[in-house]
């Protein structure tokens, strides 16, 4: 081979390494039959409760998973730092420019900007839908202890929704289910730590003491997955929708912005605080990949598979 055929060649292996590197990463695609060991995802959502309530108050369970488990405390929700948005962002795989989902005045029929893409169930696809599509099989449940939540789901989409009135009783309320009916995705949603920042301020005693009583809750719920003799085969994700400011929130601040984020089960690296980014959204692109379904072109979130073996 003459040296200008040596040289052509080299050019054409040089312009396809370039190539390959200049290409956009290629989607991560959901595992085909999801992670092996797992038949259960139960999400925890804490309202209010910010990354320094849990450094800063004695929760021993919460202390439990983040060792058996992996967990980020720089984890973000979206703007603005209010309820809907957020709780709405963490079902919908996406953040308000995309769901519509702006402020806690938001009705499915009563918006300021429409979603990108409507759903099955009239709204923005939540995990709920995109579970109950392609594994219609499945058995699907959400507590919640604030009564306006279900507005935010497909109502079709869960086996049961049921306002819990009250963190105690939501709490009671899902484990007799998980007793009952088994069932493969959970979401449980408390509210009293976002109370007791709004009437005593973030970062006071009362405040502190109400994540005290969520990570007591948390412990319940771990007793009554492994009383239902399905803790082996479930994964617990908890995070909240938001921090706070004194005895506010909905600005833009670190402190209202960032959320724990923490992931414990069979497939999930034990001990480990990771370093990827992660946003409120990516929860529901991570159950999806633990249930192996498709997300919606729609969604955005993607699922931190740092946190996984």
């Known amino acids: ?146 009564d306006a939540f279900a507005r935010l789901l497909e109502p079709d989409a869960p086996d049961i929704i049921q306002h819990g009135d009250g963190p105690i009783k939501t709490t009671e309320k899902a484990i007799d289910y998980f007793k009952s009916k088994r069932p493969n995705f959970t979401f449980i ?37 492994e009383e239902a003799e399905i803790l082996n085969q479930s994964i617990l994700l908890v995070s909240a929708d938001h921090g706070g400011v004194g005895t506010k929130h909905g600005n833009a601040t670190t402190a209202e912005i960032e959320i724990p984020w923490i992931i414990a089960g069979p497939g999930i690296v034990s001990g480990r605080k990771l370093t990827s980014p992660i946003n409120t959204y990516d929860t529901a692109a991570t159950v999806a990949y633990i249930f192996g379904v498709k997300p919606p072109h729609a969604w955005i979130g993607r699922p931190v598979l740092e946190a996984f073996r």
């Open 189 to 225: 949603h408390l509210d009293h730590v976002d109370h007791a920042g709004h009437t005593y301020g973030h970062g006071s005693a009362e405040y502190y003491l109400s994540v005290q009583e969520a990570d007591r809750l948390v412990g319940e719920i771990v007793r009554g997955l």
């Open 1 to 146: 081979m003459s040296d200008f055929q040596n040289g052509r060649v080299l050019c054409y292996v040089v312009a396809f390494v370039l190539w390959i590197a200049c290409a956009p990463p290629t989607p991560t695609p959901a595992p085909q039959d999801g992670v092996p060991g797992v038949e259960h995802v139960v999400v925890i959502g804490v309202d209010g409760m910010s990354p320094d309530g849990i450094q800063k108050a004695e929760t021993p369970n919460l202390d439990r998973l983040m060792q058996r488990g992996a967990y980020s405390f720089q984890a973000r929700g979206v703007m603005p730092t209010s309820s809907s948005p957020n709780w709405a962002s963490m079902m919908m795989g996406a953040g308000p420019e995309q769901h519509g989902v702006t402020s806690n005045q938001w009705e499915p029929d009563k918006f300021e900007i429409a979603p990108t893409v409507v759903g099955s169930g009239g709204i923005f696809p939540t995990i709920f839908g995109v579970l109950r599509e392609q594994r219609p099989s499945a058995i699907l449940a959400c507590f919640h202890d604030w």
